[in-house]
């Protein structure tokens, strides 16, 4: 006695795979594209909005929370200023560091690359 395999079983309320050119593989193309739930440009630009006003909201606290004066001295020079001026000044200068050098290695890479690409 020799068995045949009946294929892949089938439960109730499984989705078929569509076959290509059928009207089923048009209409769950259509589903995806249309689907109320993906990202769009708009949807990040809400995140993006949102995320930035809850840093503004932290900055204001750390703001508002550190207005006590400080004298900052820097190459004998000296200057009197909020805490929370100076922190946020010295924060701006170190990422404008960090970014200088990220640029000038990123622009490193291109020449590189573009000199293996005459070649």
Do not use: Y
């Amino acid at each position: 006695m020799s068995e045949t395999n009946p294929g892949p079983e089938v439960t109730a309320g499984a989705e078929q795979p569509a076959t290509s050119g059928g009207p089923a593989s048009s209409a769950s193309a259509g589903r995806r594209a249309e689907d109320p739930l993906r990202g769009s440009r708009t949807s990040g630009i809400w995140v993006a909005v949102a995320v930035l006003t809850l840093l503004l909201i932290l900055l204001a606290v750390f703001v508002l929370q550190n207005t006590q004066t400080v004298r900052v001295s820097f190459f004998g020079g000296e200057v009197e200023a909020p805490l929370a001026a100076a922190l946020l000044i010295a924060t701006a200068a170190g990422a404008l560091i960090v970014v200088s050098a990220g640029t000038l290695r990123i622009l490193q890479l291109r020449r590189r690359v573009r000199r293996e690409q005459k070649r």
